[in-house]
């Protein structure tokens, strides 16, 4: 009979020292399973919408003399408010220091610099912007976690794909860089090809299909090598989308492949032969084969 799989033990949970009024504070800013916890995110998120909105307009020269003064005040009603937010975040954590170092503490810190260093430093107040990063939080306030699953899905396709694009992009470098210079040699400054540079920034507009048109060739030479590179450009669109497409198709199949049958838990070992969860068999052993 084949051995059965051993239990897996729930991890024991870490030990919570925080005060009664830290936790109740805890559950408002990071729990969702209350309606005032989820009516404060989702009035979080707004504000955030809000505040990028301002900065925005606050750009518009023609608005500056009108609504100027009002949008620093906004600024700064917003800049008080995500500070609150985040050191409530902090002081109710479990694991402050986890907390600050994780992907929404860096983004929540990064939301509120700019403004106090626009005190000292002229124009970082536009880097706000930053905190559109953090309506990121909509995925979490949705439970729309499906979606930050296929988001590692294309994760792990690129990333298994990183040889095959690579390889691609030193190719288009390659010829951008020789169309570039043939350009040069044959139009040269006369028709705007200035420095070999130059030639091969116009070799990136044309052979990417952009086509601004500031540079364009006037010999009868030079408009046949355009014309060869933009048929190479036609031909050079669809290999990184076929690279991306095939990595994506080995990537689901290994997720259906590894994934248990009875759970649906991903993640297991390469070499698993039980889901570590319910235990159940991962995948039918291969059948023995004669000598």
């Given at each position: 009979m084949p051995a059965q799989p051993e239990p897996t033990l729930p991890k024991p949970a870490l030990p919570d020292h925080r005060s009664a009024w830290r936790r109740r504070l805890g559950d408002l800013i990071f729990g969702l399973d209350t309606p005032l916890a989820r009516a404060y995110d989702v009035a979080l998120i707004a504000t955030i919408g809000l505040s990028v909105?301002?900065?925005?307009?606050?750009?518009?020269?023609?608005?500056?003399?009108?609504?100027?003064?009002?949008l620093r005040d906004l600024e700064w009603?917003?800049?008080?408010?995500?500070?609150?937010?985040?050191?409530?975040?902090?002081?109710?954590?479990?694991?402050?220091?986890?907390?600050?170092?994780?992907?929404?503490?860096?983004v929540d810190l990064l939301s509120i610099l700019p403004s106090y260093l626009a005190l000292f430093f002229f124009g970082t107040q536009y880097l706000l912007v930053i905190r559109?990063?953090?309506?990121?939080?909509?995925?979490?306030?949705?439970?729309?976690?499906?979606?930050?699953?296929?988001?590692?899905?294309?994760?792990?396709?690129?990333?298994?794909s990183r040889a095959k694009i690579t390889v691609f992009m030193v190719t288009v470098l390659s010829l951008v860089l020789v169309?570039?210079?043939?350009?040069?040699?044959?139009?040269?400054?006369?028709?705007?090809?200035?420095?070999?540079?130059?030639?091969?920034?116009w070799a990136v507009v044309t052979i990417s299909t952009v086509g601004y048109g500031d540079i364009s060739p006037q010999t009868p030479l030079g408009k046949l090598v355009a014309s060869v590179a933009m048929l190479f450009g036609y031909g050079i669109i669809a290999v990184p989308t076929g690279i991306v497409t095939a990595g994506l198709v080995r990537a689901q199949e290994r997720r259906r492949l590894d994934a248990c049958p009875q759970c649906g838990l991903t993640g297991h070992e390469p070499d698993a032969r039980h889901c570590k969860r319910c235990g159940a068999l991962l995948r039918p052993a291969a059948p023995e084969t004669e000598p």
């Open positions: 909105f301002s900065v925005m307009v606050e750009t518009v020269a023609s608005l500056q003399p009108v609504f100027g003064r009002v009603i917003f800049t008080v408010a995500f500070t609150l937010d985040y050191l409530g975040r902090l002081i109710s954590a479990r694991r402050p220091w986890h907390y600050a170092r994780s992907f929404y503490g860096v559109v990063l953090r309506v990121l939080r909509l995925f979490r306030v949705f439970k729309l976690t499906r979606y930050l699953s296929e988001a590692d899905l294309l994760g792990e396709a690129l990333r298994a169309f570039g210079t043939l350009m040069y040699l044959i139009e040269g400054p006369k028709h705007g090809f200035t420095s070999i540079p130059t030639s091969v920034y």
